[in-house]
C-alpha cells in the first residue's frame, strides 16, 4: 500500500445499484405488494418500506448525522408501512442517498448507522451492499431479471467474505451464510453470504 497521501483515493459510486433498484420498482405490481420475499418475515412491502428507510438513514449517516435514523439497530422495530406515495418517494430517496455518497467528505472520518459508529469508508460499502442485496430480494419476488453491475458485487463480495463463517462478526443484521459452491456465479456467492438461498423463487 502506498504511503503517498496524495494518491488518490477511489470509493464506490452508490448510482449503478440505486439505478438497477429503481429499474426493477418500475415492474412491481400492486398485487404483489403482500407476496413474500427472500426475507421471511417481510411481504414485498414490508420490505420496500425498509429500502425507504435505509435510503434515509444512509443519507443522514453520510452527513454524520445522529439520531433515530442512524441510531437504531437493524430488526429492533418493525419497519413502517408503505407510503401510498412509494412510487415517486422511493425512487427519489435512493437518487438522495446516491448523491450524499457522491460527497468525498462522507467518505472520511466515522459515521454512525444501525446503532454502530463505523468507519464512514466502511458505512458507505454497507449501503452499497444494502443496495445490491435488497435488489435481488425486490427481483426475485417479482420474477424479474436481475442485472446488477460486476463492480458491485465485487464490493459486497468484499464486505461479507470476512464474516461468511462467524456468527458473531455477522451480528443480527444477517442470517447464517448459505453454503453455495465456490464456482458459483459471483452473484449467488454474494447471495448466499448474506444469508439467503440463491434459489429461492415465489
Not at 425498509?50 to 439497530?73: C, N, S, Y
Not at 408501512?81 to 412510487?87: F, G, I, K, S, T
Not at 420474477?143 to 467474505?161: C, I, K, M, N, T
Amino acid at each position: 500500500m502506498s504511503n503517498d497521501a496524495s494518491a488518490p483515493t477511489t470509493h464506490p459510486d452508490l448510482g449503478p445499484a440505486a439505478a438497477e433498484l429503481t429499474r426493477l420498482l418500475d415492474g412491481v405490481r400492486d398485487d404483489q405488494l403482500a407476496g413474500p420475499t427472500p426475507c421471511p418475515a417481510y411481504a414485498l412491502r414490508d420490505l420496500l418500506a425498509h429500502v425507504l428507510g435505509l435510503g434515509v438513514a444512509f443519507q443522514d449517516a453520510a452527513r454524520k448525522k445522529t439520531g433515530p435514523t442512524t441510531g437504531t439497530a437493524p430488526g429492533t422495530v418493525a419497519p413502517p408501512e408503505l407510503p401510498d406515495d412509494w412510487r415517486t418517494s422511493l425512487p427519489e430517496q435512493l437518487a438522495a442517498m446516491t448523491d450524499a455518497w457522491r460527497d468525498p467528505a462522507a467518505w472520511e472520518g466515522e459515521a454512525q448507522i444501525g446503532g454502530l459508529r463505523l468507519p464512514a469508508a466502511v458505512t458507505g460499502r454497507v449501503g452499497l451492499d444494502e443496495l445490491v442485496v435488497h435488489g435481488w430480494d425486490v427481483a426475485r419476488a417479482t420474477g424479474q431479471d436481475y442485472r446488477p453491475a460486476a463492480a458491485d458485487l465485487e464490493v459486497s463480495y468484499a464486505f461479507l467474505a470476512p464474516s461468511k463463517d462467524d456468527p458473531a462478526a455477522r451480528g443480527t443484521a444477517f442470517g447464517p451464510a448459505v453454503q453455495v459452491p465456490h464456482d458459483a456465479p459471483l452473484l449467488d456467492r454474494v447471495i448466499g453470504m448474506s444469508g439467503r438461498d440463491p434459489h429461492w423463487a415465489v
